[in-house]
Nanobody
């Protein structure tokens, strides 16, 4: 399985940005997908998760109501739409795939595959 993240960039506070992650080398519908982020000098943290069916989504409290995770089975791609961005959202964003439907979707160790990360910078 390979994950290719893209779509990061520089945006002003209050703006919007979407990052995407293309999945290949396996059966996309077998995997739950997650987004994590790592800010400079900080540990990587959970952002959002979507079940393999798309029926369940979970978000970190810090992004709830502002970020939306979605998946497109036709394109084998998972998206993270980020609105009302804040400077504290600045980080490298990573997508991850979970083969076994973990109930601990907030833990990075539960994910089997990772993308390379894409930088999101929010200026004040």
């Amino acid at each position: 399985v390979q994950l290719q993240a893209s779509g990061g960039g520089l945006v002003q506070a209050g703006g919007s940005l979407s990052v995407s992650c293309e999945f290949s080398g396996g059966t996309f519908s077998d995997f739950s997908m997650g987004w994590f982020r790592q800010a400079p000098g900080k540990e990587r943290e959970f952002v959002a998760h979507m079940s393999w069916s798309g029926g369940r989504t979970y978000y970190a409290d810090s992004v709830k109501g502002r970020f939306t995770i979605a998946r497109d089975s036709a394109r084998n791609t998972v998206y993270l739409q980020m609105n009302s961005l804040k400077p504290e959202d600045t980080a490298v964003y990573y997508c991850a795939a979970d083969r076994f439907g973990t109930s601990r979707w907030y833990l990075e160790d539960e994910y089997n595959y990772w993308g390379q990360g894409t930088q999101v910078t929010v200026s004040s």
